[in-house]
């Protein structure tokens, strides 16, 4: 019983969580098409994306204090996922 309790408890936490993480990739992916229509410059339009949880701020390292991107810093860290990202 408790099991079972414990597994209502997590899909109660879970399952909303999972359904606004397809609701956001779903809004991207029309944000994509939209830019499709709009006829961006294919180098305007990301040929693929990835959600991260993780705020980019000064602290984190991969922006300045203006906010602007540091590019190395970004390749660097997410060089696996980059990878993974583009090989298929």
Do not use: H
Not at 54 to 65: N, Q, R
């Amino acid at each position: 019983m408790e099991l079972l309790l414990k597994a209502q408890l997590t899909c109660n936490v879970f399952v909303p969580l999972i359904i606004a993480v397809m609701n956001i990739n779903l809004k991207f992916m029309k944000y994509l098409q939209e830019a499709k229509k709009a006829r961006l410059e294919k180098f305007e339009i990301p040929a693929k994306i990835k959600l991260l949880s993780d705020p980019w701020t000064p602290e984190s390292g991969l922006v300045t204090a203006a906010l602007k991107l540091k590019r190395e810093a970004v390749r660097k860290t997410f060089q696996e996922e980059l990878l993974k990202l583009y090989a298929s």
